[in-house]
């Protein structure tokens, strides 16, 4: 196990941070890694938009969740999926095409796990923060997100005031298979992963919560995710073809 | 600088390879980085299919612009977002939202990136292979891919047998911006760059290639982006509604 390899498999969110700031050089090492990532045809389809005003960090906050975190986070960060450069530099480049979100998306992921990775390694804590899509027009009128623009995940960043443990994943013969998505999963195995999650559950919260994985996926998908998504991207120009 | 960053900061796509395999330990260290990734509600909403079957192999290397790199690599992995698994456990689950197909594909990315990181940690080369995303009901056919599940990249993995140079990103100040969008970006900085990856081309293929950024990315949206992508993930069930 190298190194890296120690500092990806230790991974947990981290909510809670010290007051400490981070440093520019660690900062600039960050914003660095992040641009490493491989970027499909150099399309370098993304932007970073960092939100250091405290006044609008709250207004942020707040339609984000209300999650504390996003108010006292040293750093937060907005990853947005960006081809209004592009059409400012090519006016008659076409745009509009579902391929092009997904360009945006799974790069700009990229660019995000690498900036997570980067700050790991330097002994800080962090996480994503999904619900920045929870008021997409809302949040991109704050930011003066234009079309082509899309705000798809935050990264909240700081020294952490907590050590959590990690989340037990799923085990890898339900997620990796060879040569065929599998007929069906083992169901025996998949039970001995409902037992796990749960006991992490439980042993996290002194007994207080005591959910299975496929209990929480079954709460989670009872309920409309983001209905407005669909609307918004199409307003921002993706998705249309 | 960490170790960490240091590779990281020197990724480069690989796509030739040694005929080398990888040990089942490092192909289980990827693996389990992959899976360290941090997931969107906890969903774990992706599937990898490693294609180790060598006529499979060729058939998808047909289907994937013929990169012969799909055929010679020790690995090749396909990532995919996945919800079908959970529609096996969940049959009540509530699908189709656009916001789905963000969290599958970035989540997957998330993932993909985290692989990288890691082979790259213990000396292999990689590289993502969007062009799984050319034929894909022809794929999914191949891979067997039900209902709610999308192949989004693949990845190659071995020993490099080539050793080439990073490639010039985007200056930061162009992708990292504080507390808005910019009205407008610097022009003159934008013109630095064109010249920097002219000459980044030109040192890397000994003149015969003399493109800028603006050059290069004008080619590339000047044509159709898959233009069959929206109908497929409408028929995959992804972005209904």
């Known amino acids: 196990m190298t190194p890296t390899i120690k500092v990806i498999s230790n991974h947990r969110s981290i909510r809670k941070f010290t007051e400490q700031a981070l440093s520019v050089e660690q900062r600039e090492a960050i914003m660095g890694a992040a641009q490493a990532a491989p970027s499909s045809s150099f399309l370098q389809a993304s932007a970073?938009?960092?939100?250091?005003?405290?006044?609008?960090?709250?207004?942020?906050?707040?339609?984000?969740?209300?999650?504390?975190?996003?108010?006292?986070?040293?750093?937060?960060?907005?990853?947005?999926?960006?081809?209004?450069?592009?059409?400012?530099?090519?006016?008659?480049?076409?745009?509009?095409?579902?391929?092009?979100?997904?360009?945006?998306?799974?790069?700009?992921?990229?660019?995000?796990?690498?900036?997570?990775?980067?700050?790991?390694?330097?002994?800080?804590?962090?996480?994503?923060?999904?619900?920045?899509?929870?008021?997409?027009?809302?949040?991109?009128?704050?930011?003066?997100?234009p079309k082509g623009v899309i705000p798809l995940f935050g990264l909240c960043m700081g020294y952490p005031a907590q050590d959590p443990e990690t989340k037990p994943r799923l085990p890898a013969s339900l997620m990796f298979c060879d040569n065929a998505y599998p007929a069906e999963f083992d169901s025996a195995t998949?039970?001995?992963?409902?037992?796990?999650?749960?006991?992490?559950?439980?042993?996290?919260?002194?007994?207080?919560?005591?959910?299975?994985?496929?209990?929480?996926?079954?709460?989670?998908?009872?309920?409309?995710?983001r209905p407005f998504i669909l609307d918004f991207l199409k307003e921002q120009g993706f998705c249309l073809r």
Not at 94 to 100: D, K, R, S
Not at 124 to 145: K, T, Y
Not at 199 to 214: H, L, S
């Open 190 to 225: 998949m039970q001995a992963y409902d037992e796990v999650v749960q006991d992490y559950y439980r042993t996290r919260t002194g007994g207080r919560k005591e959910m299975t994985w496929t209990g929480q996926i079954g709460d989670t998908l009872s309920k409309e995710a």
């Open 48 to 145: 970073v938009i960092r939100i250091t005003d405290p006044e609008l960090r709250a207004k942020v906050m707040a339609l984000c969740g209300k999650q504390p975190y996003i108010g006292s986070a040293p750093e937060f960060w907005v990853f947005c999926a960006d081809f209004n450069r592009h059409l400012q530099w090519v006016p008659e480049a076409q745009t509009g095409f579902a391929e092009q979100l997904l360009i945006g998306a799974i790069d700009t992921a990229l660019m995000g796990q690498n900036a997570m990775t980067a700050a790991e390694s330097l002994g800080l804590g962090a996480v994503f923060i999904g619900a920045v899509r929870n008021n997409p027009h809302e949040l991109s009128a704050l930011l003066q997100l």
